[in-house]
């Protein structure tokens, strides 16, 4: 069964402040039940269910608990259904299920049918406690808005505090457990490859080597020769064997960025060994056998390229371990300020200076923009911040974003145009025009002009950058 991928969790509903959370437990053991409502009682209203079939009507019947205590002995298709039915009645439901099985492949299995944690058995109050506070959102800080940094290699962290990154960490953690193939899907600069650094970190690998491999960066003979390796006299140039980034990776982690660019050619060579491991160097008759965990990173639309025969469906269904959807900045603006100041507090770092405090009109002013280029375009906004030093320049850059205009239906003018892209064209004319005149008026003297306008004379210097203004030849 292909994996499917998490979207639910964001329809959660929040949880009333001073409210008693309510714990459903689905358990046909009277002594299990006894046990977890004495654990619990000091902090939640519990009740219980005898199984799934009763805990399904009463779902259907208008019951809604904020968690589902499911206690299951293996991860059979019958408790999986059950995971199911409870989920389609209930699609907002945080479903916690109790196990005393050892299998990690069950942890997945379940987490692909819509379970928010999995509590080994035997369990104590910490165990069981932190499963529950984790799925309110409440974890182990003083609020649900505080942040994770967790480093990485180098001066790579993951940093977050979106409730939704939350819970894909607590997934990456889980799945970190099981040597699955991982597919990450997301816009560019959504931060897969620090997601897929935070896998390798977190699972038994993490001692072994971690490389990078980007498949849209080479053609396709020099990516297999990358990937896979060389034998002497393979091709013109080869002058000497090359092990390839699987035979470098061997008990490690590689992540195959962009791999919806990868030329149908090597997908099947690819395939070959996500199946058994094993491939041959170019050039070789002997066979290569490694043990990788393979983790997939792709902005593209699987699926269409699917559709289009730009990527085969038996490897997709490969890499389809299991599935984690990275959502855009815009869907955590909330991240953005404590990403802003880590990003400036690293970039700081690494030129020697200082970093730049951040006033809240300018905080306000990014949390209000859209970041089609997500993080990696917030670090570039603040490398850039760091450099010129001036913050109504950066205002400048977002400008369009500074009011808090409602989002509607995009308006085109008779050329084409958005509205949004036409307000912004027509700001940008009026601004270069109102420059031009300062200039003219001073005799392009750049600091009277600076003055002028009430903005500093580096900022002046970035506008004329900017508009490509020129001065006349008689100034």
Not at 205 to 232: I, W
Not at 386 to 397: I, P, T
């Amino acid at each position: 069964m292909a994996a499917t991928s998490i979207a639910y969790v964001n329809r959660t509903p929040a949880l009333a402040a001073n409210r008693v959370p309510h714990v459903l437990v689905v358990n046909a053991d009277p002594a299990m039940w006894e046990y977890v409502r004495r654990l619990l009682a000091d902090e939640y209203s519990v009740s219980v269910s005898p199984d799934g079939e009763d805990a399904v009507r009463q779902l259907a019947s208008g019951v809604k608990p904020d968690i589902v205590l499911f206690n299951t002995h293996r991860f059979d298709s019958e408790g999986l259904m059950t995971l199911s039915e409870m989920r389609l009645a209930a699609p907002w439901l945080r479903i916690v299920l109790l196990s005393s099985s050892g299998d990690a492949r069950d942890v997945v299995r379940a987490m692909q049918m819509g379970a928010r944690d999995v509590v080994q058995k035997p369990f104590g109050r910490p165990e069981l406690r932190n499963a529950l506070q984790a799925c309110l959102g409440r974890g182990d800080t003083s609020g649900a808005e505080a942040a994770h940094e967790i480093p990485l290699d180098g001066d790579v962290s993951f940093v977050h505090c979106n409730q939704r990154m939350k819970e894909i960490r607590s997934q990456c953690s889980l799945v970190a457990r099981v040597d699955l193939p991982v597919l990450i899907l997301g816009e560019s600069g959504t931060g897969k490859e620090i997601l897929a650094h935070y896998i390798h970190k977190v699972s038994p690998r993490a001692h072994r080597t971690f490389l990078k491999v980007n498949c849209a960066a080479m053609p396709a003979d020099l990516l297999e020769s990358e990937l896979f390796g060389y034998e002497q006299g393979a091709f013109t140039g080869a002058t000497k064997a090359k092990p390839g980034k699987f035979e470098i990776c061997n008990n490690g982690t590689i992540l195959l960025d962009e791999i919806g660019e990868m030329p149908p050619s090597l997908q099947a060579k690819l395939l070959q060994v996500l199946q058994d491991g094993s491939f041959s160097r170019l050039g070789s008759r002997t066979t290569v056998k490694v043990d990788v965990r393979v983790i997939a990173a792709t902005n593209i639309d699987i699926k269409a390229a699917i559709a289009q025969r730009k990527f085969r469906e038996d490897l997709f269904y490969r890499l389809n371990g299991f599935t984690l959807n990275l959502p855009p900045l815009r869907e955590r603006k909330e991240e953005i300020p404590i990403l802003l100041k880590y990003f400036m507090r690293k970039i700081a770092e690494k030129y020697g200076r200082q970093p730049l405090d951040i006033s809240p009109v300018l905080m306000q002013a990014c949390c209000n923009h859209n970041w089609p280029g997500n993080l990696r375009e917030l670090e570039n906004f603040a490398k850039r911040f760091l450099v010129l030093g001036d913050e109504s320049v950066m205002l400048s850059e977002l400008a369009p974003a500074v009011g808090s205009y409602p989002e509607s239906p995009m308006v085109v003018d008779s050329n084409g145009r958005g509205l949004k892209m036409l307000v912004r064209s027509l700001k940008d004319d009026a601004e270069a025009i109102a420059i031009a005149r300062a200039l003219d008026a001073n005799g392009w003297n750049r600091k009277k002009a600076a003055v002028d306008l009430q903005i500093s004379y580096k900022a002046l210097l970035y506008k004329i950058k900017q508009y490509n203004l020129v001065a006349p030849v008689h100034a």
